[in-house]
């Protein structure tokens, strides 16, 4: 069925039955000009937003529509857990051109619930408009968190261990495995079309040690170290030795005759925790490791000091924000 046969508002009753939320806390759902919420009085909240664009950040030759509005959702749960936070409610902005079906639209927000329930949030308004030029989704999420256990980027010092979790360079190896083989069924694929935000991981982490600074990795290692850096006004220094890249990076690597470290230090949207701890919390991360698969992968150095890469071999090579460029 095409959208034009329902209209706008046919549409929007369409997705009110899908995601409508019976949340206490909830008092103006879908279907009124705003949603209204009653506020925590003990907690913080935490805003973000991200949007998807295809043929920028999602190709239908090998994306679903539910793996479309998955993703969305996954970009904005992320965000919120890098700053140790918990996501409550989410308002999702679509556009769509006039030749996409309304189940093809019903599937988007499919995926979009289906992630969003998975961690206790609830999508409880947006916008949805006509788009020449193919679909996007916008997301804005509202989190919380309590003050104690709010991480900024910020707040790193010298001496710092530089830690991540779980491995990297997936997402990337995943997207070059799709482009080299767009129909073709495969676990290496995984990460790139269905991610998962470290939500959990990270109120481990806040829970259990004092973590001085945080990120979600969706630009690439390299990049959101140089973040860390930045705000904390730092230098850095990773060993290659030390990085997890993922085995099926390694896998694909192989077969694509390409770099699985210059996909770990580049890989966007891998939606892994790049945070840091004092020397003093090692006993402490130790007992987090035994919940969270966490790899010390570096320190934090004097600002002065840059931000540079130990190759295994023993030679040190600058970083830059786009990633390891050697090869």
């Not at 992630?115 to 999420?141: E, N, Y």
């Not at 896998?251 to 840091?276: D, H, I, M, Q």
Request: net charge positive; charged share 25%; with cysteine.
């Amino acid at each position: 069925m095409k959208i034009e046969k329902i209209g706008e508002f046919g549409l929007i009753d369409l997705i009110k039955r899908r995601v409508f939320s019976e949340d206490k806390s909830v008092l103006v759902n879908i279907g009124d000009d705003a949603a209204i919420i009653n506020p925590s009085p003990d907690k913080l909240f935490i805003f973000t937003t991200d949007t998807l664009m295809e043929n920028v950040h999602f190709d239908l030759r090998y994306f679903t529509f539910e793996q479309i509005g998955w993703k969305a959702m996954v970009a904005n749960l992320s965000d919120v857990a890098a700053m140790g936070g918990l996501p409550k409610f989410a308002l999702a902005t679509i556009g769509l051109p006039k030749s996409i079906s309304v189940e093809n639209v019903i599937s988007i927000y499919d995926g979009m619930n289906d992630i969003a329930k998975r961690h206790k949030c609830k999508v409880i308004g947006g916008d949805t408009l006509f788009s020449p030029k193919g679909i996007f989704i916008s997301i804005t999420l509202l989190g919380e968190v309590e003050k104690k256990y709010l991480v900024k980027r910020s707040g790193a010092k010298r001496g710092d261990l530089i830690c991540v979790t779980g491995d990297l360079g997936e997402a990337q190896a995943g997207l070059e495995f799709l482009k080299k083989y767009p129909h073709r069924k495969s676990a290496f694929t995984r990460k790139h079309l269905t991610p998962l935000p470290r939500i959990n991981e990270a109120r481990i982490l806040v829970k259990n040690s004092k973590i001085s600074s945080m990120i979600d990795i969706s630009d690439g290692l390299s990049s959101e170290l140089f973040h860390l850096t930045e705000e904390s006004h730092l230098g850095a220094i990773i060993y290659e030795a030390k990085i997890p890249i993922s085995p099926n990076s390694i896998k694909v690597g192989n077969l694509l005759k390409r770099s699985p470290l210059l996909w770990a230090l580049s890989s966007g949207e891998e939606y892994e925790l790049l945070f840091t701890v004092g020397r003093n919390e090692l006993a402490k991360l130790g007992k987090v490791k035994e919940k969270v698969r966490v790899s010390i992968i570096g320190e934090m150095l004097n600002k002065n000091e840059g931000v540079f890469l130990m190759e295994k071999s023993g030679k040190k090579r600058k970083l830059s924000k786009s990633g390891f460029t050697h090869f």
